[in-house]
Nanobody, 126 residues
Framework: QVQLVESGGGLVQAGDSLRLSCAASGRTFSSYAMGWFRQAPGKEREFVAAIRWSGGTTYYATSMKGRFTISGDNAKNTVYLQMNSLNPEDTAVYYC???????????????????WGQGTQVTVSS
């Protein structure tokens, strides 16, 4: 089992930045990759970014690339999501997730992930 705890969410104004953290504990050695997703009210959970622990390869949703940056700290078993130039459309609950093995068909499918955190709310006011 892997436990994931997100932090760093909050209420910010449009144009501000936030850095989310996701701390993993438990059987973290079995993790192949970590991902960030978000879910706004009434919408499906959508892919934001992912990172492979080995080699640090990163993946981004097209709409996030350039504003969001995912990074990881192996020693701390922690993944970060730096979010810049936030706008009200970024308002959502942000979740991190862990996958144990290689991606099949890419990192964007929520079903690819084995463990999920409880999420952290990000609210961007205009």
């Amino acid at each position: 089992q892997v436990q994931l705890v997100e932090s760093g969410g909050g209420l910010v104004q449009a144009g501000d930045s936030l850095r989310l953290s996701c701390a993993a504990s438990g059987r973290t050695f079995s993790s192949y990759a970590m991902g960030w997703f978000r879910q706004a009210p009434g919408k499906e959970r959508e892919f934001v970014a992912a990172i492979r622990w080995s080699g640090g390869t990163t993946y981004y949703a097209t709409s996030m690339k350039g504003r969001f940056t995912i990074s990881g700290d192996n020693a701390k078993n922690t993944v970060y999501l730096q979010m810049n130039s936030l706008n009200p459309e970024d308002t959502a609950v942000y979740y991190c997730a862990s996958r144990r093995s290689m991606f099949i068909g890419g990192p964007a499918n929520v079903r690819q992930y084995d463990y999920w955190g409880q999420g952290t709310q990000v609210t961007v006011s205009s």
